[in-house]
């Protein structure tokens, strides 16, 4: 949005300005402009580089995903609600934590799992949580195998972020191992979550629309079969690698007719 976001949004300092943004968008668009080829992984992402440089032509390629067995589900114990990424504001946890708690069932888990990526914002978080047992706290992943045995045991994926998202790789990846998603409204998030399909949707920083999202699932757990069967699995890693290739060899050929004149 030409910058106004960031201005109005981005972590204070004395670099981002409107004279730093203005710079910026110029080096941008020069950048762009002088490329073989645009892609956008999303629509929302195309639409919103457009709105700043409309004559910038994008081809859109849907991020790939690693391929994920598909996990059984069994009657558990306990309905398993579950975060994965980093740990920054930007990313809602708060949010989700609030609608948890507000959840009077004792048969229920929050399981968050990422990068620290602010202190401040982690002792923020295990404040929220405070003596409820039935959240927990873990540290990173960093294999496909780890990754898999998580969303074994995760029911419901949250994405509870807040700030413009241009796609959600842990959306695709919690869709190839077939758990529902339930997201914020916002970004790209809408084009792979459909509201009461394959997961649902919640208004941005609305603890209490993501409550009665979560509710809806905690009364029902049935529903969860439901939304599991509509699940689309995402387009595998190696067919966005051989789209790219596609595009690196026609931008290969091109430079080479023009060089020939």
Not at 161 to 190: D, K, L, M
Request: with cysteine; hydrophobic share 40%; charged share 25%.
């Amino acid at each position: 949005e030409g910058g106004k976001t960031c201005l109005r949004d981005c972590p204070k300092s004395g670099v981002v300005n409107k004279e730093f943004l203005l710079k910026r968008n110029k080096r941008a668009h020069r950048i762009l402009s002088q490329a073989q080829a645009v892609v956008s992984p999303s629509k929302f992402l195309k639409k919103m580089i457009h709105k700043t440089y409309p004559d910038i032509s994008i081809r859109l390629i849907p991020l790939g995903s690693v391929s994920l067995p598909r996990q059984p589900h069994p009657r558990k114990k306990y309905l398993t609600f579950g975060y994965l990424g980093g740990f920054h504001s930007i990313k809602g946890i708060h949010i989700l934590i609030q609608a948890f708690r507000k959840i009077r069932n004792k048969n229920i888990r929050l399981e968050i799992h990422g990068n620290l990526l602010s202190r401040e914002y982690l002792v923020e978080l295990l404040g929220l949580a405070g003596e409820d047992r039935r959240i927990a706290f873990h540290g990173r992943y960093s294999s496909k195998e780890e990754l898999a045995e998580i969303l074994k045991r995760i029911d419901v994926l949250c994405f509870p972020s807040i700030w413009y998202e241009t796609y959600g790789i842990v959306i695709e990846e919690a869709f190839s191992a077939r758990v529902p998603v339930i997201a914020s409204r916002i970004g790209a998030v809408p084009e792979r979550v459909q509201n009461g399909f394959n997961g649902f949707v919640f208004r941005a920083g609305d603890k209490d629309d993501l409550y009665a999202k979560m509710i809806r699932i905690v009364k029902d757990p049935a529903l969860l079969n439901r939304l599991r069967r509509n699940i689309s699995l995402p387009t595998p890693i190696e067919m966005e690698a051989s789209r790219y290739e596609e595009i690196y060899k026609s931008a290969i050929g091109h430079s080479v007719k023009y060089a020939a004149v």
